[in-house]
């Protein structure tokens, strides 16, 4: 598998496709390490409604492409 360095879209406004082919846009607000996760997998989190007081955790085998929009 190859990784993401999902750590680098911290703090930028990003597309992600699931390979479930759901799709979320919004700010990349935090990164989680696979060792501080349960499961031991690398995630991000994405708001996609700011002031909703919640992120789509998004775990790094779910995604399937992901890029920085402007």
Known sequence: ???LKLKEYV???VRVL???GRTFEGECTDYTQ???NDPEI???GVV???GA???YELYENEIKSIEVID
């Open 1 to 3: 598998m190859t990784t």
């Open 11 to 13: 703090g930028r406004r």
């Open 18 to 20: 699931t390979d479930e």
């Open 34 to 36: 696979p060792s501080d």
């Open 42 to 44: 690398a995630s991000i």
């Open 48 to 50: 996609t409604e700011p």
């Open 53 to 55: 007081g919640f992120a």
